[in-house]
C-alpha cells in the first residue's frame, strides 16, 4: 500500500520560476515530513523538513507546505536552478516508519 | 567523516547465491537502516536497528536478515538471492529516534540473474 505518493513523475521548468512538487499521504499518523534530493549513483540527501505542528517552513530558496487536512504537502524552489535538477522524495514518519514517495525528476532548463 | 559507506557498489549474484552488502557509518549515530529501491518507486524499509545487539523488521524484511554487532557496523545478509531482490540497496543512519534526518550511503546496485 502506497502510503506516501508523488503522482508527479517528472516536472520540468525553465530557470529562474518557480518549481512545485507535489506529495500526498493517507496514514494520519504520520507526523513528520521531509525531502530528499537524489542525484544519480548517489545516495538521498536531506533537503527540508516539517513537523506536523506548523505548516509551512522555509529554507532559504526552499519552502515546504503542509495542509494536514488534505494530507497534503509541496516543496516550493524559488527561483529554480540548473543545479536543482534532481530526483526529490518526499517521505512521512511516525516513530521508527519511514515511508517514501516513488519521486518526481525536476529538469530545470537554462 | 567519510559519512556512510557501502560496499561493493556492483554486484550480479546468480539465484540461490548468498551475499552480505556492508555499511558502515563513523558520525557515532545509534540509528541505522537498511532500504531498497525498485525502479519507478520509493525506498521501502527492510531493517533498522536502534543501537549494537537491537536489530527490528521493517516493512520488506523477508529474504534478509541483518546484525549490529558494533554502532559503526550494519551488514546486510540476502541468503538465497532470488531475481526479486534484484535492486538498489541503501543504507542509511540518524542520531535517534528524534532526529528524523536520515544520512544516507552510496548505494549498491544488485542484479540477481
Known amino acids: 500500500d502506497q502510503q506516501v505518493k508523488q503522482n508527479s513523475p517528472s516536472l520540468s521548468v525553465q530557470e529562474g520560476r518557480i518549481s512545485i512538487l507535489n506529495c500526498d499521504y493517507t496514514n494520519s499518523m504520520f507526523d513528520y515530513f521531509l525531502w530528499y534530493k537524489k542525484y544519480p549513483a548517489e545516495g538521498p540527501t536531506f533537503l527540508i523538513s516539517i513537523s506536523s505542528i506548523k505548516d509551512k517552513n522555509e529554507d532559504g530558496r526552499f519552502t515546504v507546505f503542509l495542509n494536514k487536512s488534505a494530507k497534503h504537502l509541496s516543496l516550493h524552489i524559488v527561483p529554480s536552478q540548473p543545479g536543482d535538477s534532481a530526483v526529490y522524495f518526499c517521505a512521512a514518519s511516525a516513530d521508527n516508519d519511514m515511508r517514501f514517495g516513488a519521486g518526481t525528476r525536476l529538469t530545470v532548463k537554462p | 567523516n567519510a559519512g556512510v559507506t557501502q560496499t561493493p557498489k556492483f554486484r550480479i549474484l546468480k539465484i540461490g547465491q548468498s551475499m552480505t552488502l556492508q555499511c558502515a557509518q563513523d558520525?557515532?549515530?545509534?540509528?541505522m537502516y537498511w532500504y531498497r529501491q525498485d525502479p519507478g518507486m520509493g525506498l521501502k524499509l527492510i531493517y533498522y536497528s536502534v543501537g549494537a545487539g537491537i536489530t527490528d523488521k521493517g516493512e520488506v524484511p523477508n529474504g534478509y536478515n541483518v546484525s549490529r554487532s558494533t554502532t559503526e557496523d550494519f551488514p546486510l545478509r540476502l541468503e538465497l538471492a532470488a531475481p526479486s531482490q534484484t535492486s538498489v540497496y541503501f543504507c542509511?543512519?540518524?542520531?535517534?529516534?528524534?532526529?528524523?534526518?536520515?544520512?544516507f550511503g552510496p548505494g549498491t546496485r544488485l542484479t540477481v540473474l
Open positions: 542509511a543512519s540518524s542520531y535517534s529516534q528524534g532526529a528524523k534526518e536520515q544520512f
Open positions: 558520525m557515532n549515530h545509534n540509528y
